[in-house]
Every structure is written in C-alpha cells, then in structure tokens.
C-alpha cells in the first residue's frame, strides 16, 4: 500500500482524516513478521460523538460483531501520517505520495522504520511548507472514534500529550480492531458519561477482544461556538452538531435565537462547514466530498450555509478545520464530564505500587440462584476493599457459552504448556467454574456484571476476593488494573516521556494524525476467487461472496444455470487453465474423501503464489494433505464454516486456522466477508477443532440421517423439541452423503461413537423391555390376587351361608 505523508504549513487548506472503515485484524501469520510498534506482544456505525453525554439503556450488541468476535486478525504496519493545521479556503495542503516502486525517503513515518518503546526509529523528519514537522523517536499510535478534532482526540491530546500520533476510525470497533491487529498502540474510548450514563457498546466490545485498560482519564467536555472566520455571532441562525451537545446547548442557543440542526458528529459539524468553504460541499446540498472518511460525505442539513450557520464542538476542531471560536463554554450544565479508558495488548498492573492509587475493572457472571450478587460483592466488602462502581449488562447466552468454551480451550492449553500459556494479562485472569449440564435451559435474560475497585490485582486482598469471587462466578475476567487519576505507568509512561525527550524544544504548529490504515482498503479491495466443486455448499458460499469480490467456479458436472443465478463465472473442467489464471484465492469445495483426488487433478504448479482455502467439517486431514501436496510460496488457509444453506451468518461460528500465510492482507480481506456477515471469527488449531468439534458434527449428522422424515410427520402442533428435531434432520439430510461418509472416515472415534450410539439404542431397548415386562407382570399379579381374594369372598360366603343354614334348623327342628 502506498504510504502518503501530508505535511501542511501554516495557511494550508484542511486535510480530511481519510479514514475508511478497517477491516477486522487477525492475529499475524506464524512466522511472519510483525511491525515494529510500541507493543510487540499479541495476545489473543458509529456515528454518534461520544464523548458527549448519552442516554442510559443505550448501546446494543457493540456493532456486531462477531465479526471477529473473539480472535481479531492481524495486520500490517500504518500508511501514511497527515499533519494537519489550521486551514484556510484559499490554498491546499501538500501532499507527497510514493509507491512501492518510490519509497519513501523519510523516515519517522515509514512503517518499517518506526519502532517501538527501545526500538530503532529514523531521527529524520518531514519538511513542512510552513515549519511544522512531525515528530521524531519511536512512534506511539493511538485511535480514536470520530473525526479529527472530535473530544476522544482532545481527550488523548490531555492525557499522552501533542507528540503521539492520532488515528482517527470510523467507529468503536475499527479501534478496538487497529490495536488488535498490532496496527495502532491502545486505542482511547469513552466508557461513561456523568450526564448520560455508560456507553454500553464499549462494555461489549471490551468482552469480544482481548485488550485490557492501562489508563484513565476524566475528561471536561467544553462546548464551543465554532463559525467561518469574520462571522459575526449575530448572524448565525442555525447550530449544527450531534443531537447530545445541542441538547447540552439549549439555553445558549434558545437566548439568541439559534435553531438547532442535528448531525451526526461533533467534530464533523466543524468539518461540514470546512468542506462547504472549501466547495466541496457546495450549497448545502449534501455533495459528498473527496475525502475516503465514512463520513467525508454527508452535507450540511438543507437551508444552512457557511454564512448562517455555527458548529458546536470543540476548541480542537475549530483549530482544525480552520474555524474561529466565537464562544467558549456555552453548555448548560457545568458537570459534564467523560471518562475514557486507553486500551492496549499489554497490562501495567505490574508497575503499580502501594504509593499509586489504582483501579482493577472486572467483569463476571453468576449463576441464578437468590442472593448470588450480595455473595460475590462479599468477596470484596470482607475484606474492606472500596468499590467505585457496579453495573448489570445483558448479554447473550450464546456468548456467556463461548466464552466459557474459549476459557476451556485456554486453560487446556496452558495445562500442556501450549498456546495459552502465551496469552495476556487479562486472557489469563479469565475463570470459568464447571459449566451448567447440557440440559439445563439458560433463562432468557442473562447479566454480566462490570465491578470497579479501587485496589490494584496484584495486592494479596484483591487476589484472595478474586478467588473467591471465581468459585462463585460462572465467568469472571479482569478487564486490567491500571492507575487512577489520568496517571501513566509502565510502558505507556516510559514511550510517552520518550516522545516527549525527543521532540523537546521542537514545535509543530499541527496535531500529528495518521490519514489511514493498511487494513482500510480490505473491505473495497475486490479479490479473485475461483471454487473448486460447485455442490450446494459451493454455491451457497459464492453467493455470499459474490456481491464482494469476483466469483468464478468449475465443476465436471454442467452447474452455468445455478453458477449465473448467483452472479458466478462457470468454467467446464477442460478451460482449468483459464479458471486459474489470474485468481488471487482457490476455494476446495469438494467432500473430505475426494479431496486428494481433486488435487492431483489440479496443475500445481499455477497454485503458487494464491491462497488455497479448504471448507471441510474437519481440518486436521485435510491440512495434511494440502501441506504436503502444495508448493512451498502457496498460502493454505483451512476453515469450517459452521452454517449451511438453511442457516442466517449472523452469530453462526466461522472457525479457521492460518496455516502458512505469506500475504496475510489477502488473508484477511478473504476472511472479512464473513466478518461483515457478523459471523464468529473463530481462529483455532486444526488439532483443536477436530477435537472440539468433530465428535460433535458426526453425532448430529448421524442422528439427522436416522430421524428420517417418515418418522417425523408434518403436525399442526409441535413442542420445541419436536421442531429442533425436524430442523437437525433437515440440515443433514440436505448434506451430501459424500461429506458424512468423510466425517466417518477421517474421525478415529466415529466407529466408537456410531458403537456408542449402538450399545445406546440397545440399552433404550432393553430399558423398554424391561419396563414392558414389568408392568405384564404387575398386572398378571394383580389380576392373579384379584382371583385369590374372589374365591376367598365365594368360600365365606358358603360357610356363612353353611353356617346360617345349620343355625335355622337347630332353632327350628322338624
């Protein structure tokens, strides 16, 4: 990607922040090199500025996601750096781009160059047309929800100072997802508001990624009047900014007559006016500007003009996007304050001391049973450890099970000194107690409770309460321990105070941001995907594919009709040198047992350089045989997609395993459709998998091909049970005999299983039997007793009768 460094002086015209939304990153290959960031240990839409207040009970499922739900891919380094000062509508920015076949000759900005806290940087910086350069020393990117100058930046201007680097994204997760993929440092989000409450998404997203808190802050939002330079305050009419600030607002504006106009953004308020000055937005009318930012295109709301029209925001953004601030400090209310929270890969509780105030954030479930909370904050109240704030959020069934499921496969993996024995501070403060049976039905509503103390974890206390707490909890997790107070510790003070050393005495008119990410062009980039197999499964997959990316298939059987319904090229088995020419992804979408067969046919030698994806129920066997059959300079990605032609995507379960990746944008971009699918991005070894997950496939596979559907007649009335019965046997019996006979074959414990399934049904049998005789034998006894006691009665009645007679003919003898 090329790299583009914008360095504009002062008097230069506004550089838009460009940022498009990122695609999800994954962790990066094994093997592979990883950029040389602050941090270099991995472990495991939004428009709204939220840095304002909010309304309580807001949030929702944190934009989705699952799209990378638990495991976010990883990605390269950043791209280019725009330094961006006050501008003005009569001259533009300059802008130096180069190329792969260019590249560039400075240095601090270049991601290969850039290092880390004690790494190696380039000391050479920017000329700036105007003397204001970049920074020079290790790079430390922090992101951002909003556009530049929004309150986050502000927020992370107070706490790390001017000399990091900003990246602005579209919404919350697009940061979460930058410091996961090892493309920005932390990321600074808005967690709580003293006026609107808690900013739900956030909770969320805090539970789907594996970063942890290394800081606080509390910030005072100030609003300002921002207006083109020379208006007069007199002549503005209308007030444009998010709906929360001008609700914040409505005395000031209400006292001279402003009408309020709702957009989505604080800072873009500021940065619709910019665009209107600048023509990009002429009239008003909603044009959309050049700029690739999400929401470079929306246009000031009808009627309002740079001459008629302010923007509430902050002073930062007036400085800008070339604004005058009129006033300073219009809200209402005086109180309003937002805490943010810098996230990072790597906690600092260990640098945390008795002399530091400290705060550790947690989150945890309980069981349903009465007087589960007052238990679990006993842990905490006996031993006289303060808490700060408790909060109940809702959270799905579904993921309580994942998580509980991926703690399992973490503490499995560090019993045996495996991947989990690698995983972060907050991944490794993760417990689960046993898990409920199978059986035993979630209620409808489950909570996870978010619990602040203000002790650090490390203090023999809080660990003894956290013990404690984890007998208890069905999950529990620290979300990290960090200083109180806006204070910095640990990595995160050392790469600052770093900054701060260099760039000492140096001054750059403009705050430092970064224009975009390498992983903001996955989501337009267009790849070439071809499948191999074109069955129903195929098609299904293509159809999703098809609306992202170009879409060919070959098959021997003649499948054009179903391959044009779904927008997909059809290739006859005799053109496989033109299906493969110039495709950058190879789909195997063949059953298990013909796997092999397929590749053999395939020439191998036009598989280099492309990435081969298998689609299997299974992942161990077919890994084999695409490792040893494939050239070495060819990537092999193996994946299960856990859903099928009858399933949504939405929060169905996309495992995969990054085998031998060399292009690992490719990668993630293949991996991004389901992504945006908001699938369950699942990365897991094909050991694990098979392990998890095999046994499970072929039992329901097995029991839907036995519950035809002669045994299951359509009924107007059904129970639940009855209905989840008829959509198993639906779903497998849709599947090809081909790919269960491959879940047999390539399983060692199908046999064992389908013996157990046996010995099972045997033993049902016998259990009916057993329970038919018994209950024959209750009722030939009864009905046996039943005689005895009829001729008992038919006896007495004789010899009363025998008697009465012998007693008449004594009283009255003949």
């Given at each position: 990607?090329?790299?583009?460094?914008?360095?504009?002086?002062?008097?230069a015209?506004?550089?838009?922040?460009?940022?498009?939304?990122?695609?999800?990153?994954?962790?990066?290959?094994?093997?592979?090199?990883?950029?040389?960031?602050?941090?270099?240990r991995?472990?495991?839409?939004?428009?709204?500025?939220h840095?304002?207040?909010?309304p309580?009970?807001?949030?929702?499922?944190?934009?989705?996601?699952?799209?990378?739900?638990?495991?976010?891919?990883?990605?390269?380094?950043?791209?280019?750096?725009?330094?961006?000062?006050?501008?003005?509508?009569?001259?533009?920015?300059?802008?130096?781009?180069?190329?792969?076949?260019?590249?560039?000759?400075?240095?601090p900005?270049?991601?290969?160059?850039?290092?880390?806290?004690?790494?190696?940087?380039?000391?050479?910086?920017?000329?700036?047309?105007?003397?204001g350069?970049?920074?020079?020393?290790?790079?430390?990117?922090v992101?951002?929800?909003?556009?530049?100058?929004?309150?986050?930046?502000k927020?992370?201007?107070?706490?790390?100072?001017?000399?990091?680097?900003?990246?602005?994204?579209?919404?919350f997760?697009?940061?979460?997802?930058?410091?996961?993929?090892?493309?920005?440092?932390?990321?600074?989000?808005?967690?709580?508001?003293?006026?609107?409450?808690?900013?739900?998404?956030?909770?969320?997203?805090?539970?789907?990624?594996?970063l942890?808190?290394v800081?606080?802050?509390?910030?005072?939002?100030?609003?300002?009047?921002?207006?083109?330079?020379g208006?007069?305050?007199?002549?503005?009419k209308?007030?444009?900014?998010?709906?929360?600030?001008?609700?914040?607002?409505?005395?000031?504006?209400?006292?001279?007559?402003?009408?309020?106009?709702?957009?989505?953004?604080?800072?873009?308020?500021?940065k619709?006016?910019?665009?209107c000055?600048?023509?990009?937005?002429?009239?008003?009318?909603?044009s959309?500007?050049?700029?690739?930012?999400?929401?470079?295109?929306?246009?000031?709301?009808?009627?309002?003009?740079?001459d008629?029209?302010?923007?509430?925001?902050?002073?930062?953004?007036?400085?800008?996007?070339?604004?005058?601030?009129?006033?300073e400090?219009?809200?209402?209310?005086?109180?309003?304050?937002?805490?943010?929270?810098?996230?990072?890969?790597?906690?600092?509780?260990?640098?945390?001391?008795?002399?530091?105030?400290?705060?550790?954030s947690?989150v945890?479930?309980?069981?349903?049973?009465?007087?589960?909370?007052?238990?679990?904050?006993a842990?905490?109240?006996?031993?006289?450890?303060?808490?700060?704030?408790?909060?109940?959020?809702?959270?799905?069934a579904a993921?309580?099970?994942?998580?509980?499921?991926?703690?399992?496969?973490?503490?499995?993996?560090?019993?045996?000194?495996?991947?989990?024995a690698?995983?972060?501070s907050?991944?490794?403060?993760?417990?689960?107690?046993?898990?409920?049976?199978?059986?035993e039905?979630?209620?409808?509503?489950?909570?996870?409770?978010?619990?602040?103390?203000?002790?650090?974890?490390?203090?023999?206390?809080?660990?003894n309460?956290?013990?404690?707490?984890?007998?208890?909890?069905?999950?529990?997790?620290v979300?990290?321990?960090?200083?109180?107070?806006?204070?910095?510790?640990?990595?995160?003070?050392?790469?600052?105070?770093?900054?701060?050393?260099e760039?000492?005495?140096?001054?750059?008119?403009?705050?430092?941001r970064?224009?975009?990410?390498?992983?903001?062009?996955?989501?337009?980039?267009?790849?070439?995907?071809?499948?191999?197999?074109y069955?129903a499964?195929?098609?299904?997959?293509?159809?999703?594919?098809?609306?992202?990316?170009?879409?060919?298939?070959?098959?021997?059987?003649?499948?054009?009709?179903?391959?044009?319904?779904?927008?997909?090229?059809?290739?006859?088995?005799?053109?496989?040198?033109?299906?493969?020419?110039?495709?950058?992804?190879?789909?195997?979408?063949?059953?298990?047992?013909?796997?092999?067969?397929?590749?053999?046919?395939?020439?191998?030698?036009?598989?280099?350089?492309?990435?081969?994806?298998?689609?299997?129920?299974?992942?161990?066997?077919?890994?084999?045989?695409?490792?040893?059959?494939?050239?070495?300079?060819?990537?092999?990605?193996?994946?299960?997609?856990?859903?099928?032609?009858?399933?949504p995507?939405?929060?169905?379960p996309?495992?995969?395993?990054?085998?031998?990746?060399?292009?690992?944008?490719?990668?993630?971009?293949f991996?991004s459709?389901?992504?945006?699918?908001?699938?369950?991005?699942?990365?897991?070894?094909?050991?694990?998998?098979?392990?998890?997950?095999?046994?499970?496939?072929?039992?329901?596979?097995?029991t839907?091909?036995?519950?035809?559907?002669n045994?299951l007649?359509?009924?107007?009335?059904?129970?639940?049970?009855?209905?989840?019965?008829?959509?198993?046997?639906d779903m497998?019996?849709?599947?090809?005999?081909?790919?269960?006979?491959?879940?047999?074959?390539?399983?060692?414990?199908?046999?064992?299983?389908?013996?157990?399934?046996?010995?099972?049904?045997?033993?049902?049998?016998?259990?009916?039997?057993?329970?038919?005789?018994?209950?024959?034998?209750?009722?030939?006894?009864?009905?046996?007793?039943?005689?005895?006691?009829?001729?008992?009665?038919?006896?007495?009645?004789?010899?009363?009768a025998?008697?009465?007679?012998?007693?008449?003919?004594?009283?009255?003898?003949?």
């Amino acid at each position: 990607m090329a790299a583009a460094i914008v360095v504009a002086g002062a008097g230069a015209g506004v550089a838009s922040s460009d940022c498009g939304r990122p695609s999800p990153g994954p962790p990066p290959p094994r093997g592979g090199s990883r950029p040389p960031l602050l941090d270099r240990r991995h472990p495991r839409s939004d428009d709204d500025d939220h840095a304002l207040s909010f309304p309580r009970g807001g949030g929702g499922g944190g934009g989705g996601a699952s799209s990378s739900f638990f495991r976010p891919r990883g990605g390269a380094a950043a791209g280019g750096i725009v330094v961006s000062p006050p501008p003005t509508t009569t001259t533009t920015s300059t802008t130096t781009t180069t190329s792969a076949n260019n590249p560039p000759s400075t240095g601090p900005y270049d991601s290969s160059r850039s290092g880390g806290v004690g790494g190696s940087s380039s000391s050479s910086s920017s000329s700036s047309s105007g003397g204001g350069g970049g920074p020079t020393g290790p790079i430390v990117r922090v992101a951002f929800q909003g556009e530049a100058g929004a309150y986050s930046e502000k927020s992370l201007r107070e706490l790390l100072g001017r000399n990091v680097v900003a990246v602005p994204r579209p919404n919350f997760e697009s940061c979460y997802r930058a410091v996961a993929s090892n493309e920005c440092d932390y990321a600074i989000v808005p967690i709580e508001n003293s006026l609107g409450g808690s900013i739900h998404e956030n909770y969320d997203l805090m539970l789907r990624y594996d970063l942890t808190i290394v800081a606080e802050h509390d910030f005072r939002v100030r609003h300002c009047l921002l207006t083109r330079p020379g208006l007069d305050v007199g002549d503005v009419k209308y007030a444009i900014s998010h709906p929360q600030a001008l609700s914040q607002c409505d005395n000031y504006l209400r006292a001279r007559g402003i009408v309020p106009r709702a957009t989505y953004d604080t800072a873009g308020s500021a940065k619709m006016i910019s665009d209107c000055l600048r023509g990009d937005d002429v009239g008003g009318q909603g044009s959309s500007s050049s700029s690739s930012s999400s929401s470079s295109s929306r246009g000031m709301p009808e009627g309002c003009t740079p001459d008629n029209t302010a923007a509430i925001a902050s002073n930062l953004a007036g400085l800008t996007f070339g604004l005058e601030c009129k006033e300073e400090g219009i809200e209402d209310d005086d109180s309003n304050f937002t805490r943010f929270l810098l996230l990072g890969r790597r906690g600092v509780g260990q640098y945390l001391n008795k002399k530091i105030p400290s705060k550790t954030s947690l989150v945890f479930t309980l069981p349903n049973n009465a007087g589960a909370l007052y238990k679990s904050l006993a842990c905490f109240s006996l031993r006289d450890i303060d808490m700060s704030k408790i909060e109940s959020r809702p959270m799905s069934a579904a993921l309580l099970n994942y998580l509980r499921f991926r703690n399992t496969v973490t503490m499995n993996n560090r019993e045996r000194g495996g991947l989990g024995a690698s995983s972060s501070s907050s991944s490794s403060s993760s417990s689960s107690s046993s898990s409920p049976s199978r059986s035993e039905e979630l209620p409808r509503f489950r909570y996870c409770f978010y619990l602040d103390i203000l002790s650090s974890e490390l203090d023999e206390g809080v660990q003894n309460a956290l013990h404690h707490l984890r007998e208890q909890s069905d999950y529990c997790r620290v979300l990290g321990s960090y200083p109180a107070n806006s204070r910095l510790v640990g990595p995160v003070a050392e790469a600052v105070e770093a900054l701060n050393a260099e760039n000492e005495g140096k001054t750059h008119e403009a705050e430092l941001r970064l224009k975009s990410l390498p992983s903001d062009d996955d989501d337009t980039r267009r790849l070439n995907i071809g499948f191999v197999g074109y069955g129903a499964f195929g098609q299904y997959l293509s159809k999703q594919m098809s609306s992202h990316h170009n879409v060919r298939c070959i098959d021997p059987v003649d499948k054009s009709k179903q391959a044009e319904e779904n927008n997909v090229e059809y290739f006859p088995t005799f053109d496989t040198s033109n299906f493969l020419h110039g495709l950058d992804v190879v789909v195997i979408a063949v059953p298990m047992i013909e796997l092999e067969e397929t590749m053999e046919s395939l020439p191998l030698e036009k598989l280099r350089n492309k990435l081969i994806v298998e689609v299997c129920p299974l992942n161990a066997y077919p890994r084999t045989v695409l490792s040893r059959m494939l050239p070495p300079n060819t990537d092999i990605l193996c994946t299960n997609p856990m859903f099928g032609p009858e399933l949504p995507l939405d929060g169905v379960p996309f495992v995969y395993e990054r085998v031998r990746i060399s292009d690992a944008r490719r990668a993630n971009c293949f991996l991004s459709t389901f992504e945006r699918a908001r699938c369950k991005m699942v990365e897991m070894a094909a050991e694990d998998h098979d392990a998890y997950v095999a046994d499970a496939e072929f039992v329901t596979h097995l029991t839907g091909r036995l519950l035809d559907r002669n045994l299951l007649p359509v009924s107007p009335v059904s129970s639940r049970e009855y209905s989840a019965l008829c959509d198993v046997a639906d779903m497998t019996t849709n599947d090809s005999f081909d790919m269960f006979y491959g879940m047999f074959k390539y399983n060692d414990r199908a046999k064992e299983l389908l013996n157990k399934m046996r010995d099972n049904l045997a033993s049902v049998e016998r259990k009916l039997a057993a329970k038919e005789a018994y209950l024959a034998a209750s009722a030939e006894m009864k009905n046996t007793d039943r005689q005895k006691l009829l001729a008992e009665c038919r006896l007495l009645l004789r010899e009363m009768a025998k008697s009465n007679a012998n007693s008449a003919h004594v009283e009255h003898p003949q």
